[in-house]
């Protein structure tokens, strides 16, 4: 059995933002607050330095002060997921070996891609995939995003989650997303793990399989109910600092 499916998670792993503060700096005591109110509001998880979290206009300096700032203050309440993302196969594994020794849970990786046309074919995508899992041991989900540009097809996810040892979750953002997750359940994979996005932008919830079986429960989480509620009542932490970094 692939290894990525020996510690299924499952639940409500919203993406955190990056805070900064009204000057486009980092904010480490606003994003701790921020992480604080996802766990405090029922969160199974955390996903951070994702695209919501606008990693592409992080330095690496800034990812690694962001990812330590939070893995250390989580201290193992909930698993957090680190996106690693990088065109280049040798980065993307460093950042992941980092990741995993700094205590992530998983690591989320979109396909290479660069700019609106730089692309690779499924061959170099397996081999990238291949790469980084061979340098690290937790899970690896692919984050099927439209904003690689990429198009990822059901059979060719499959035979990565077979044959790719850590590689056993997904993230699907596609247009038609339902139907997708359906023929990936159906593709003969049946120790999947798939993730679908739910509500809000920054919710998704992980689907776990049990005795070779997918259970599907296509309810709002809990948890992501109970965000939603306190969103609306304007329950939200005290963050001074703006969501978006200025581009100038």
Same mark, same amino acid.
């Given at each position: 059995m692939n290894p990525a499916s020996a510690r299924p998670y499952r639940g409500v792993f919203p993406v955190a933002p990056t805070i900064f503060d009204d000057r486009g700096e980092l904010d480490l005591d606003g994003q701790r607050r921020c992480?604080?109110?996802?766990?405090?509001?029922?969160?199974?998880?955390?996903?951070?330095?994702?695209n919501f979290s606008e990693q592409f206009v992080l330095t690496d300096a800034e990812r690694e002060r962001v990812m330590d700032a939070v893995l250390k203050h989580v201290?193992?309440?909930v698993p957090v997921i680190v996106t690693t993302t990088h065109f280049s196969s040798s980065i993307c594994a460093a950042r992941s070996r980092q990741a995993q020794d700094a205590g992530a849970a998983m690591v989320?990786?979109? #396909? #290479?891609?660069?700019?609106?046309?730089?692309?690779v074919g499924e061959k170099a995508i397996f081999e990238f995939y291949r790469t980084v899992s061979d340098a690290i041991e937790i #899970?690896?989900?692919?984050?099927?995003?439209?904003?690689?540009?990429?198009?990822?097809?059901?059979d060719f996810l499959a035979r990565m989650a077979r044959d790719i040892a850590h590689l056993g979750y997904f993230k699907i953002e596609v247009p038609m997303a339902a139907a997708k997750l359906r023929d990936l359940i159906t593709s003969g994979m049946p120790d999947l793990?798939?993730? $679908?996005?739910?509500?809000?932008?920054?919710?998704?919830?992980?689907? &776990?399989?049990?005795? &070779? &079986?997918?259970?599907?429960d296509?309810?709002? #989480? $809990?948890?992501?109910?109970?965000?939603?509620? &306190?969103?609306?009542?304007?329950?939200?932490?005290?963050i001074n600092c703006s969501l978006l970094r200025p581009v100038s």
């Open positions: 992480i604080d109110f996802m766990i405090d509001a029922g969160s199974n998880g955390i996903c951070i330095l994702a201290a193992g309440r989320m990786i979109m #396909p #290479p891609y660069h700019g609106a046309t730089f692309r #899970p690896i989900m692919v984050q099927d995003a439209p904003v690689a540009g990429t198009p990822l097809s059901v793990r798939s993730t $679908v996005e739910l509500g809000p932008s920054f919710d998704f919830h992980l689907f &776990r399989s049990e005795n &070779r &079986r997918v259970k599907l296509l309810r709002m #989480p $809990v948890a992501a109910a109970r965000s939603c509620r &306190r969103l609306q009542r304007g329950t939200r932490p005290k």
